[in-house]
């Protein structure tokens, strides 16, 4: 059975850094990549970052862009997000999702964890 299980969220104060991790319990097979989504409160749940396992590719949203970064051992089927210069606007529950499509898009992963909070103190 697929799992996903995040860790590594908290509070933290504006300007500091946080390492999420994402284990894929389960070990999915053939599985194209894995990412991170967000939802803060009212908001919908918005792409982050992904990588590809299948060269590596990485991608990521431009308001995260040039301070998180994802990055993943595919032997352990395990992703991070290292996020740095953290904002209050980066508060939210983050999600590590699965696909085995290249879209990322929440409507798109078939695979999700329970989700992590991160909260960012002004």
């Known amino acids: 059975q697929v799992q996903l299980v995040e860790s590594g969220g908290g509070l933290v104060q504006a300007g500091g850094s946080l390492r999420l991790s994402c284990a894929d319990s389960?070990?999915?097979?053939?599985?194209?990549?894995m990412g991170w989504f967000r939802q803060a409160p009212g908001k919908e749940r918005e792409f982050v970052a992904a990588i590809e396992w299948s060269q590596t590719n990485t991608y990521s949203s431009d308001s995260v862009k040039d301070r998180f970064t994802i990055t993943g051992d595919k032997a352990k089927s395990t992703v991070y997000l290292q996020m740095n210069s953290l904002k209050p606007e980066d508060t939210a529950v983050y999600y590590c999702?699965?696909?085995?499509?290249?879209?990322?898009?929440?409507?798109?992963?078939?695979?999700w964890g329970k989700g992590t909070l991160v909260t960012v103190s002004s």
């Open positions: 389960g070990r999915i097979f053939s599985i194209y990549g």
């Open positions: 999702a699965a696909t085995y499509g290249g879209v990322w898009s929440p409507s798109r992963m078939q695979y």
